[in-house]
Structures are given as structure tokens and as C-alpha cells.
């Protein structure tokens, strides 16, 4: 008979209450996302908004890895 390793042990259960709270603040999770993703475009069109393009970030440039991103910084009076 092979003894019983520490990393063969299964996984203990969670409890049944904190199952429910996971998945209830993953929904709360995506649905916040979403109405971010949703509503960003509409708040940044708008007319009092100020938007400025900002110059291209560099990343991993020290290595010749460039990976260059367009910023931009939005800001509201």
C-alpha cells in the first residue's frame, strides 16, 4: 500500500454559502463591466468632455520589444 501524499489529498468542499456569494459577485462583476463598456463611448462624446492625445507609450523598449500603445487622457471641467 503507497502512503498518502499531502498533494493527493482531494480539495475540500466550500461551504454551500460561499459558493452562492462567489457567483452572486461575479454577475454583480460582469454586470458592472458591461454598463462601463456600454456607456464609456456615450460620456467621452460628449460636448463638455476634453480629450487629448497623449504620445505613443513604448513598452519592453530597453529590450527591442517595442510595443507601442496610443493614449489619450479625458477629463471633464
Known amino acids: 500500500m503507497a502512503p498518502v501524499l499531502k498533494g493527493d489529498e482531494p480539495r475540500p468542499r466550500p461551504a454551500a454559502g460561499r459558493t452562492k456569494g462567489r457567483r452572486a459577485g461575479l454577475v454583480f462583476f460582469c454586470g458592472v463591466a458591461i454598463w462601463n463598456y ?8 460628449h460636448p ?22 496610443n493614449t489619450r487622457r479625458a477629463s471633464s471641467p
Not at 463638455?48 to 527591442?64: F, T
Open 48 to 69: 463638455e468632455m476634453v480629450v487629448e492625445e497623449l504620445p505613443p507609450w513604448q513598452e519592453n523598449a530597453d529590450r527591442g520589444d517595442v510595443f507601442a500603445r
Open 38 to 45: 456600454l456607456t464609456t463611448p456615450f460620456l467621452l462624446a
